[in-house]
């Protein structure tokens, strides 16, 4: 079974400052992709930044980009000048083919508290 | 503002009641989700909807049951739930339903559900 490995069940970062938040994950597929998402107090669940686990080249997004290692089952993301409402929970997940359906579904990690101090 | 709206926000019922979560998108997408997502907890996938038929059911008890009335509207009605099912229902939208990297989920704010 596809699983996804948040191993930072929290973390704080000083408003302005950079933070890295760590995800592994364990697939025997070839193709896959990988996604950030956050979750604030207000419940939605946002995109963040996804990968295309063929592209080698690190997503990003302003101040959002990931470290990724393929070889490594590894994708962090790194969250530079950090604002107050970047704090929130994140979630870190891949996809995961469905032989029902012929489909496909997120698996999500168990997430990040990240907390943003002034 | 979310794209994908979800009423009630907040939702109290009894083990012997019938009640229906509502969840709307006007983005023009043919695949809907259900979720489910307990306190300090990842979502986990309940029901996707494609082209308004079910094509996914991830062994969701029967007293859960999804309806998708339109391209628009994904309902769950629910009865004779347990004390355990309280949680976050999450929707969510996408384009399509493969291939999410294009056509990535795009979520509603849930509704909160106690079930006394």
């Known amino acids: 079974a596809q699983t996804v490995t948040q191993s930072q069940p929290e973390m704080s970062v000083q408003e302005a400052e950079t933070v890295t938040l760590s995800c592994t994950y364990d697939?025997?597929?070839?193709?896959?992709?990988l996604f950030w998402y956050k979750q604030p107090p207000s419940r939605q669940m946002i995109l963040v930044i996804r990968?295309?686990?063929?592209?080698?080249q690190n997503a990003t997004e302003n101040r959002f980009s990931v470290n990724f290692q393929k070889a490594a089952k590894s994708f962090s993301l790194k969250i530079s000048d950090s604002q107050l409402g970047d704090a929130a929970m994140y979630f870190c997940?891949?996809?995961?083919?469905?032989?029902?359906?012929?489909?496909?579904?997120?698996?999500f990690g168990k997430g990040t508290k990240l907390t943003v101090n002034p | 503002d979310t794209e994908v709206t979800q009423t009630p926000k907040h939702l109290v019922m009894g083990m012997t009641n019938k009640k229906s979560l509502k969840c709307e998108q006007h983005?023009?997408?043919?695949?809907m989700y259900w979720y489910k997502q307990k306190a300090k907890k990842p979502p986990e996938l309940m029901f996707v909807?494609?082209?308004?038929?079910?094509?996914i059911n991830e062994s969701v008890p029967s007293r859960f049951s999804p309806e998708c009335p339109n391209s628009s509207l994904l309902n769950l009605h629910l009865h004779a739930l347990q004390p355990e099912d309280s949680a976050l229902y999450l929707c969510?939208?996408?384009?399509?339903?493969?291939?999410?990297?294009?056509?990535?989920?795009?979520f509603g704010n849930g509704t909160r559900l106690t079930v006394t």
């Open positions: 997940a891949s996809t995961a083919w469905l032989s029902q359906g012929g489909s496909e579904k997120l698996v």
């Open positions: 697939t025997s597929e070839s193709d896959y992709y």
């Open positions: 990968q295309e686990a063929y592209k080698q």
């Open positions: 983005m023009g997408h043919r695949a």
């Open positions: 909807y494609s082209y308004e038929k079910l094509s």
């Open positions: 969510a939208s996408s384009q399509e339903i493969l291939s999410s990297y294009n056509s990535p989920l795009h």
